[in-house]
C-alpha cells in the first residue's frame, strides 16, 4: 500500500510539473501568423496511428485559416482535446474534429462518442484539478488537461467550452479562437 501510494504521489508531482511547465511555455510563448487548418490536418492524421482502437474524421475548410500564435500551444490544446475524447469514448467509437473559419473568429470542435457530461460539469471542467469520471481506469487522472487548454485559449484571447451533443450520445468540446 505504501508503494502504491508513493507512486500515487509521484504521479501527481509530475502531473503538477507538466502544467508549471505548461504555464512557462506559454508566458515565453512567440505568436505568429500560421494556418491552423494545415496543422490540424497533420495532427489529426497522426492520431488515428496513435489510438488505432478509435475512429477519428476531420471536417476541415477548403482554404487556409490563418491565426496569429502558437503552433506548438495550439498542438498541445488539441492533443489534451483529443486525450480527453479518447478517455471518454468507446472502442471503435468516433472522434471528430472539426474546423470552422469565420470572418473574425476560427472554431475547433472536438466531439466525441461515449457519456454525456453530468449536469452543471461544463463550468467547471476547465477548472485545475477538477476530476469527474464514472467508475475507473488505471491511469490516473488529476484535472490538469481541460485547464491547459483553458489557459492556451486565454493565451490566443479565445476561450474553451464544453457542451453535450443535443441527441446526449457524446460531447463537444471547441476552442474559439480570433482570427488574424
Known amino acids: 500500500r505504501a508503494r502504491a501510494g508513493s507512486a500515487r504521489l509521484q504521479s501527481i508531482l509530475t502531473a503538477m510539473s507538466a502544467a508549471s511547465r505548461t504555464e512557462e511555455a506559454i508566458e515565453h510563448a512567440e505568436r505568429h501568423l500560421f494556418d491552423l487548418r494545415a496543422l490540424l490536418a497533420s495532427m489529426v492524421a497522426s492520431y488515428q ?3 488505432p482502437e478509435r475512429r477519428f474524421s476531420a471536417v476541415l475548410p477548403a482554404g487556409r485559416c490563418e491565426i496569429n ?8 490544446l488539441l492533443d489534451k482535446l483529443v486525450d480527453n475524447a479518447v478517455d471518454f469514448s468507446p472502442r471503435d467509437g468516433l472522434i471528430e474534429i472539426a474546423l ?3 470572418d473574425r473568429v476560427a472554431r475547433i470542435s ?4 461515449g457519456p454525456p457530461l453530468p449536469p452543471h460539469a461544463s463550468e467547471r471542467l476547465f477548472e485545475s484539478l477538477f476530476e469527474f469520471r464514472r467508475g475507473s481506469d488505471s491511469k490516473p487522472h488529476f484535472g490538469l488537461g481541460l485547464y491547459i487548454v483553458r489557459l492556451i485559449a486565454e493565451f490566443h484571447s479565445g476561450r474553451a467550452t464544453a457542451e453535450n451533443r443535443a441527441d446526449a450520445s457524446g460531447a ?3 476552442v474559439l479562437l480570433p482570427r488574424a
Open 100 to 102: 470552422d473559419c469565420e
Open 172 to 174: 463537444i468540446f471547441r
Open 69 to 76: 500564435g502558437a503552433p506548438d500551444l495550439i498542438a498541445q
Open 49 to 51: 496511428t496513435a489510438f
Open 110 to 113: 472536438v466531439m466525441n462518442d
